[in-house]
């Protein structure tokens, strides 16, 4: 973290098909290596999937399914006196949206679908529908920060 003074933050433009500067940066953290235009086909082929499965709009769905995955709280360890404790902490609602991303695009790599498309597409909507490996990924964090809340007076 700088010390002298504060960091500006990048302005993200919003996507050229959908006008949605979070789906912006969903595709930009899907990039690898710099792929912008691959990663753009992976998301908006995904998107599109989406609209044929089940006939809605994509773009309410994936905005749905970002907010089933986001977490509310998360456990951060702390040491204090040569003990280690999982600490519960809020989430900002930048780094919440951040681990939405990191989980949905982590999850869909895992899973057994053919392309990376389909497995987008396919997390994406066990997202929306509130099952799959991101929400449950969701549920242990609130679970753990739920067995350690005697350890939040620690809380910095």
């Known amino acids: 973290m700088a010390r002298r003074r504060k960091i500006l933050e990048r302005t993200i433009f919003p996507d050229p098909k959908y006008k949605s500067i979070v789906l912006s940066k969903f595709i930009n953290t899907v990039m690898r290596k710099g792929k912008k235009t691959i990663a753009e086909k992976i998301v908006y082929g995904a998107l599109d999937l989406i609209q044929e499965r089940i006939?809605?709009?994509?773009?309410?769905?994936?905005?749905?399914?970002?907010?089933?995955?986001?977490?509310?709280?998360?456990?951060?360890?702390?040491?204090?006196?040569?003990?280690?404790?999982?600490?519960?902490t809020e989430v900002t609602p930048k780094n919440a949206?951040?681990?939405?991303?990191?989980?949905?695009?982590?999850?869909?790599?895992?899973?057994?679908?053919?392309?990376?498309?389909?497995?987008?597409?396919?997390?994406?909507?066990?997202a929306y529908k509130k099952e799959g490996a991101s929400i449950k990924k969701?549920?242990?964090?609130?679970?753990?920060?739920?067995?350690?809340?005697a350890f939040a007076h620690f809380r910095v």
């Open 97 to 126: 949206q951040a681990l939405a991303f990191r989980w949905i695009i982590g999850n869909s790599r895992k899973r057994a679908e053919k392309t990376m498309t389909e497995r987008l597409a396919a997390e994406l909507l066990a």
């Open 55 to 88: 006939n809605q709009e994509p773009l309410e769905v994936f905005i749905q399914s970002l907010d089933n995955v986001r977490p509310l709280i998360k456990v951060v360890s702390r040491r204090i006196g040569g003990a280690t404790y999982q600490v519960p």
């Open 138 to 149: 969701r549920e242990d964090t609130h679970k753990m920060a739920e067995a350690n809340k």
